[in-house]
């Protein structure tokens, strides 16, 4: 009996894991378990706290009270009709006048005040944890906005007005809209739009050849725009969640070429799409074969040179482990580090975390077992419902219910282009990264040695993102904390992506503030830095090219394209970011 046990055990699990990964088939990655233990400790407490219950009773009573007196107001012809609350500031749903106009006013008020009042009864109940409270608040924010009279006909002014004018004419355009969104959805096609950018001719254009390329990275040198090249290469680690295109976008929206046109011979690693053969690839295997390798590549086309090398998002992380185990090992290879909208501490990673704990990540790796990778459909979802105002609602009510269609730019193509994450690589980046933060705390091991972000002594240039929900500026910014070198931090305006692709031009719509600590200088917390730092009207990337000119040589004539030893693979953009 005893010798049959460890195969009931096997069995046994893999039962266990095939229904756990049926449930987040369902429900899109999403743990039950974890919704219901957020539910139940909010409700819990709610029901044994009887000062929480009666000061959420007086609140109801006093906005009740509220809503009647400005309704009375609005009701008489003549009267103040101020509004007894206001949106949140990033709420533009009720900016439209004609929501202050009877009754639509009544509509709106009603539906925010009973958005207060639920962020009231959610938040600040004694004995709730943080993680169930903010899940039981995001929870109440998504069912509340389903519900919003702006997603209704009858409830949004400027809809009705619409449909009264052309007849209903904007939502047969939006049933048109919706049938032909269904199909691609079905299909597995892009947006609508997104034909308009295709890379290689509209976007990733940028002239360059693939001069080295493995199973898990392309690497592209990129031709020089100048007759003379500062000595050190700048080489682009972009995240392995998205195409490294972002920073190759329509030539006025390509950091690259900007790069190449300021005198900088650029490397670009291009990542491949994994599949299912790829599930058991981790995150050393990106470090080794993806910076390493790159790198080495590198060395072999521009001998002899340091390197300036630059990470973005989960690249940015990435980055920042190669550079600290290099420090370690005295590999001094790099010339600098610039990590854009990159965590190395994970304390405070924002409102992602809320789709972050063990039972999520359970569910999760159950998912991934039976695909060998996460879906990007499935992030997609959880990036959206992170701003589900902006990015869903507000396109349903647009496409729809107004029967219009927003033009689509390069960016919007870009991030309809996603890419699959390895289930064994993701599985330890939740784990080892986000549960555990070990990267921060020193327990990271690499080459089976831990690493230390203090080791890093090459200068650091760290940008965050002011409305940034994937990775809070305040995140990034404990870089501080982490490492002595010197640190110049930039806080650009924007949120993760627009925040980064933020190109010069003539009437900037862009701002950043930006401030450099010394070497073993003195620590100031966030707020204090934001105090401190003067705020400049422009792009940030210019002084970004100011940065690293100021960290390198005289200029020198430009090295050959894939002059390692042998011919270039192929023309940039390559073949692995054509993968679907």
């Known amino acids: 009996m005893g010798d049959n046990l460890p195969v009931a055990g096997q069995i046994g699990r893999m039962m266990d894991r095939s229904v756990h990964a049926g449930i987040a ?52 012809p003549g009267a103040d009709t101020a509004d007894c609350i206001d949106p949140l500031p990033q709420d533009r749903r009720f900016r439209d006048p004609a929501w202050h106009g009877f009754p639509f006013n009544l509509f709106q008020q009603a539906f925010l005040l009973q958005q207060q009042w639920w962020h009231n009864a959610t938040t600040e109940l004694p004995g709730v944890s943080p993680h169930h409270e903010a899940v039981a608040s995001f929870c109440a924010r998504q069912i509340l906005d389903v519900m919003s009279p702006a997603n209704f006909v009858v409830t949004n ?7 009264v004018r052309s007849g209903g004419a904007n939502l047969a355009a939006g049933a048109r809209h919706l049938a032909e969104d269904w199909s691609r959805l079905l299909a597995g096609r892009p947006p609508v739009g997104c034909e308009d950018w295709q890379v290689g001719r509209d976007v990733a254009v940028t002239p360059g050849k693939v ?18 090249v500062r000595p050190e290469p700048v080489l682009i680690v972009p995240a392995w969640i998205m195409k490294y295109y972002i920073l190759d976008l329509s030539p006025e929206n390509s950091l690259v070429r900007h790069l190449v046109a300021q005198g900088f011979t650029v490397f670009m690693v291009s990542w491949k799409n994994p599949g299912y053969e790829d599930a058991g690839l981790e995150i050393d295997d990106y470090r080794t074969q993806g910076v390493m390798a790159a790198l080495a590549a590198i060395g072999g086309i521009v001998p002899d040179a340091r390197i300036h090398a630059t ?44 789709f972050i704990d063990d039972s999520e990540v359970h569910f999760l790796e159950a998912l991934m077992s039976n695909q060998g990778y996460l879906d990007a459909k499935q992030m997609t979802g959880a990036f959206q419902l992170l701003r589900s105002n902006d990015l869903i609602w507000s396109r349903i009510v647009r496409d729809y219910l107004m029967g219009e269609r927003s033009e689509m730019s390069d960016l919007m193509a870009w991030n309809a282009d996603a890419t699959r994450m390895p289930a064994r690589m993701h599985s330890q980046y939740l784990h080892r990264l986000f549960l555990d933060n070990d990267l921060a705390a020193g327990r990271l091991a690499v080459e089976g040695r831990p690493i230390a972000l203090t080791d890093i002594a090459v200068p ?101 394209l894939g002059s390692s030893g042998a011919a270039a693979i192929a023309d940039a953009p390559g073949s692995y970011v054509l993968e679907s």
């Open 211 to 228: 001069v080295y390329r493995n199973r898990l990275i392309e690497l592209i040198q990129y031709a020089p725009a100048t007759a003379a």
């Open 157 to 163: 002014p400027v809809v009705l007005d619409r449909t």
């Open 460 to 560: 650091i240039f760290a940008v965050g993102t002011e409305h940034d929900h994937v990775a809070p500026w305040r995140s990034t910014y404990k870089i501080h904390l982490l490492s002595d070198a010197e640190i110049t931090f930039v806080l650009a305006s924007g949120g993760h992506n627009v925040g980064i692709v933020a190109p010069p031009r003539p009437a900037s719509p862009y701002h950043f503030r930006i401030a450099q600590r010394p070497p073993n200088g003195l620590f100031h917390d966030p707020d204090t830095w934001l105090a401190r730092a003067a705020r400049r009207d422009r792009s940030w990337w210019p002084a970004w090219f100011e940065w690293l000119e100021e960290r390198s040589g005289p200029a020198v004539p430009p090295p050959v």
């Open 311 to 354: 990470g973005y998002c989960l690249g940015g992380t990435l980055l920042a482990i190669a550079a600290a185990a290099m420090a370690r090992d005295g590999d001094d290879r790099l010339r600098s580090v610039s990590m854009f909208a990159a965590q190395t501490d994970f304390t405070e990673a924002g409102e992602l975390t809320l």
């Open 25 to 76: 088939q369902m429900t899109g990655g999403l743990s039950p378990i974890s919704l219901a233990q957020a539910y139940l400790d909010w409700a819990l407490h709610l029901a044994v706290s009887p000062g929480k219950q009666l000061a959420l009773v007086d609140k109801a009573v006093r906005k009740g009270a509220r809503f009647w007196e400005f309704a009375w107001r609005a009701a008489m």
